[in-house]
């Protein structure tokens, strides 16, 4: 049996690799590949932490289907053939330092905690199970729950209005 | 949350299930009603916002806090509820000519009005940060999708891209927001936020950079200066029915989101913040009142004007974390939401009496001589100018005077006189198009269509009547938040 901390590591590598290599690969194709990657890794991440659930969610939707789409579009938009042009030069000096301004404040606050925030307590272990997940959702969380769904039909109303072909006749 | 919890829960929100349901209900039935008779899906979402209207109206005293403490039913949410369905309704008597006559007929706008005004009803109630968040988008996405609703005309397509880009990146601060506030106190719900920082155990810092968050997510919904950028621009390419209902209700509905966050659970935080929101209010009511002396395009002129008028609600929120004066914060910004609401309408309804197709009519050159061909709009436009710049016995004279009390009372004059110059100024381009319409001569063209008669005269005459008999209106306006 490996110790959790080892696989973690190795995940961990694997998830920031991957997350790095979809920021430079050249090719669009390539930065989705590496994306899937770094969506699997996070969710066997989730796994450790004993959350199969949300794992398994993060596998279908994002790994699954979202990636599914934005394959889709790369190759019907032919966006993996796109010259990268920089046309920013003062980018990357700027996003170095942003970077690691972004490296200190966060290990600062991880080592000093100077907003008085607690360590993380170790949840219960049935808090992700999709029992536990679905008493969340149909008892705490119904009203927003229900919302988002009516949201979601309302975005697809929306896209479908603003991109539907027609014929347009003006009365004078 | 056992079954009979749940239909309790739903029973409290019973206005806003119906307007959900027939929107639902008229997308489906809409696709039976034939190009030619669009008109009748105009008629059925009225009647949806209608009935939702008289269940409101007949349960106004309701108080109930419902779905876990995430929905507070109170006097508060009931004001709203009737200022945005009555907004809803006044939106379609506006749209339907107007649609017709620019070929936009379609029965998706009706529905797509009706999701928004379900949006405005939830952020009305909304006593959590995630339903809050939920209510947001619930209104924004389809106000996105009814400015762009005119394409391919470009600046239609522009005003839709510009509020889509602009909204989305305020949503994503006002989660951050969120996210900040969750991580200082440990929950989203407003109750639970006060508990914690009266418990102690709040992390004041985040807390604090949340709130921000909040008040700068909020702030572009409301147009406040410096998030006003977008407001020019989105209200003139979007379509006049669109942008008059846009004015209205997304700016009472922003201000929903934070009287309620921030009279219910951030009063602890008014050392810090108050200082924020006066020099938030100072500046929008400057610059919007400066800025709109410059405009000659009448659709430009007013969403200036709307920027103005958010400062001079924001002018009540100043000093809410006084508790003597709270309650007076919250009845004075929604006696002026109310009073602006009816100016507004009263306004682009003769705005979108005069638009002709392809954008002309829109010019103040245009308003030239409208008192000799159409008398009535003349004078409804007059009564309109004369709300806006605060003229007694309008109802927008008895809204700045409510809110300037409310200032004084907290020990603010100086931010009154601000006020009340910026006021004056405002005289000077709000009487302009006065002075248009009945000094100067010019061939008008205006279309007859009764519904916008009816909106027009109706709102004019209720702004002088009402501003007559305010005293009920201010007391309904008192009705307490529910804490």
């Known amino acids: 049996m490996i110790p959790d901390i080892v696989l973690f590591i190795i995940l961990a590598l694997v998830a920031v690799a991957s997350a790095v290599g979809m920021l430079f690969s050249k090719n669009a194709i390539y930065s989705a590949l590496n994306l899937i990657l770094n969506f699997s890794s996070v969710a066997v991440l989730y796994l450790i932490l004993g959350a199969p659930f949300i794992a398994l969610a993060q596998v279908t939707v994002y790994a699954g289907a979202i990636m599914v789409l934005f394959l889709f579009v790369i190759m019907l938009l032919g966006a993996e053939r796109l010259r990268r042009s920089e046309t920013l030069p003062y980018q990357q000096p700027v996003s170095i330092i942003l970077a690691a301004i972004l490296a200190v404040v966060a290990i600062y606050a991880l080592l000093f905690r100077p907003l008085g925030i607690e360590a993380a307590s170790v949840a219960n272990p049935d808090f992700s199970s999709p029992a536990a997940m679905a008493e969340m959702l149909f008892n705490e969380y119904l009203l927003p729950f229900e919302v988002t769904s009516i949201l979601l039909l309302v975005a697809m109303i929306g896209a479908i209005v603003l991109t539907r072909k027609r014929q347009r006749r003006v009365q004078r | ?483």
Request: some cysteine.
């Open chain 2, 1 to 483: 949350m056992n079954l009979s919890n749940a239909s309790a829960s739903l029973n409290a929100i019973l206005p806003l299930v119906v307007v959900i349901l027939w929107a639902c209900a008229l997308l489906l039935v809409d696709l039976f009603i034939t190009k030619e008779r669009k008109g009748l899906t105009a008629l059925l979402a009225a009647i949806g916002m209608l009935a939702s209207l008289i269940i409101t109206l007949a349960r106004l005293d309701l108080e109930a806090v419902v779905f876990n403490g995430m929905v507070t039913v109170d006097g508060f949410s009931n004001f709203l509820t009737v200022l945005f369905l009555g907004s809803g309704i006044v939106a379609v008597a506006l749209s339907y000519d107007y649609l017709k006559r620019m070929g936009l007929e379609k029965g998706e706008y009706y529905v797509l009005l009706l999701f928004t005004v379900s949006g405005m009803m939830l952020m009305a109630v909304a006593s959590d940060l995630i339903v809050v968040f939920l209510a947001l988008e619930l209104l924004s996405i389809p106000l996105y999708v009814l400015a762009g609703i005119a394409t391919p005309r470009l600046d239609s397509e522009e005003s839709s891209l510009k509020y889509f880009l602009l909204g989305s990146f305020s949503t994503g601060i006002v989660v951050y927001g969120i996210a900040l506030v969750f991580g200082a106190t440990g929950t989203t719900s407003l109750a639970g936020i006060v508990d914690a920082i009266t418990a102690g155990s709040a992390g004041m810092g985040l807390l604090v950079a949340g709130a921000a968050m909040l008040l700068i997510g909020l702030g572009f919904k409301v147009a406040l200066v410096p998030f006003h950028m977008w407001t020019p621009d989105v209200y003139q390419g979007a379509p006049s029915s669109v942008t008059a209902f846009m004015a209205i209700g997304a700016k009472a509905a922003g201000f929903a989101a934070i009287l309620r966050i921030f009279i219910q659970a951030f009063p602890a935080l008014s050392v810090d913040l108050t200082p924020v929101l006066w020099v938030l209010a100072a500046l929008t009511m400057i610059l919007g009142n400066v800025v709109a002396i410059a405009q000659r395009n009448i659709k430009r002129l007013l969403a200036y004007s709307s920027i103005a008028n958010a400062g001079y609600i924001l002018l009540a929120l100043v000093p809410y974390g006084q508790s003597d004066v709270a309650a007076d914060s919250v009845a004075s910004a929604l006696f002026y939401l109310l009073a602006y609401a009816f100016t507004s309408f009263t306004a682009w309804s003769v705005v979108i009496a005069l638009e002709q197709v392809e954008g002309k009519g829109l010019e103040l050159e245009d308003y030239a001589g409208l008192s000799r061909r159409y008398p009535i709009l003349a004078l409804t436009m007059t009564v309109a100018m004369l709300s806006f710049t605060g003229v007694p016995p309008t109802l927008g004279f008895l809204g700045k005077f409510y809110v300037f009390r409310t200032l004084l009372e907290g020990g603010f004059p100086g931010l009154a006189v601000i006020g009340v110059v910026t006021s004056l100024i405002s005289a000077y381009y709000y009487l302009r198009v006065v002075v248009y319409m009945y000094m100067r001569e010019g061939e008008p063209q205006a279309i007859r269509d009764p519904w916008l008669y009816i909106a027009a005269t109706a709102s004019a005459i209720c702004l002088v009547v009402l501003g007559i008999f305010s005293q009920p209106l201010f007391a309904w306006a008192s009705q307490a938040m529910l804490h």
